[in-house]
């Protein structure tokens, strides 16, 4: 339906301006809150929630990339990748209230919509190798 499509979600509208923000941050070489404290307006609280936890939890992300990434480091990876994996890996861990399946799907759209052409493969399949082990009980059941 099209106007499906023409739907606003907070929580995909969230993720999006996370990742733009997380994505600014790395190019200016700056702490993501700098960022943050930098914007005229502060942003929603799910905005926030995601730019400081993929902070705060960046060390435990990369290993979980890097663990997983074979024959890639994270230097190699399109920054949007690395930073739409590190969301998508924060809420795997910190957000057990949303569902394996929609975290995969949301990260999959925003690597097709703003990285390469092969980035919503690599994600998906990142994501489906990582996710059954940080939720194993919860996978199964939801994809």
Same mark, same amino acid.
Request: aromatic share 4%; hydrophobic share 45%; net charge negative.
């Given at each position: 339906m099209p106007h499906e499509e023409l739907r606003e979600d907070p929580r995909s509208d969230a993720r999006e301006r996370a990742l733009s923000l997380l994505y600014e941050a790395e190019s200016k070489e700056l702490a993501p809150r700098a960022v943050l404290a930098a914007l005229p307006v502060r942003p929603d609280p799910r905005v926030v929630e995601l730019v400081e936890g993929v902070e705060d939890h960046q060390a435990e992300l990369d290993v979980l990339?890097?663990?997983?990434?074979? #024959?890639?480091?994270?230097? =190699?990876?399109?920054?949007?990748?690395? #930073? *739409?994996? =590190?969301?998508?890996?924060?809420?795997?861990?910190? =957000?057990?209230? *949303?569902?394996?399946?929609?975290?995969?799907?949301?990260?999959?759209?925003?690597?097709?919509?703003? /990285?390469?052409?092969? /980035?919503?493969?690599?994600? #998906?399949?990142?994501? /489906?190798?990582?996710?059954?082990?940080?939720?194993?009980?919860?996978?199964a059941t939801e994809t």
């Amino acid at each position: 339906m099209p106007h499906e499509e023409l739907r606003e979600d907070p929580r995909s509208d969230a993720r999006e301006r996370a990742l733009s923000l997380l994505y600014e941050a790395e190019s200016k070489e700056l702490a993501p809150r700098a960022v943050l404290a930098a914007l005229p307006v502060r942003p929603d609280p799910r905005v926030v929630e995601l730019v400081e936890g993929v902070e705060d939890h960046q060390a435990e992300l990369d290993v979980l990339i890097v663990d997983h990434a074979r #024959n890639w480091t994270l230097a =190699r990876m399109p920054a949007i990748d690395r #930073n *739409v994996l =590190r969301i998508a890996l924060y809420e795997l861990l910190g =957000r057990p209230d *949303v569902p394996v399946a929609v975290v995969i799907d949301e990260a999959v759209e925003l690597a097709k919509r703003f /990285s390469t052409d092969d /980035s919503g493969r690599f994600v #998906n399949g990142m994501l /489906s190798a990582i996710a059954p082990k940080l939720r194993p009980d919860k996978h199964a059941t939801e994809t």
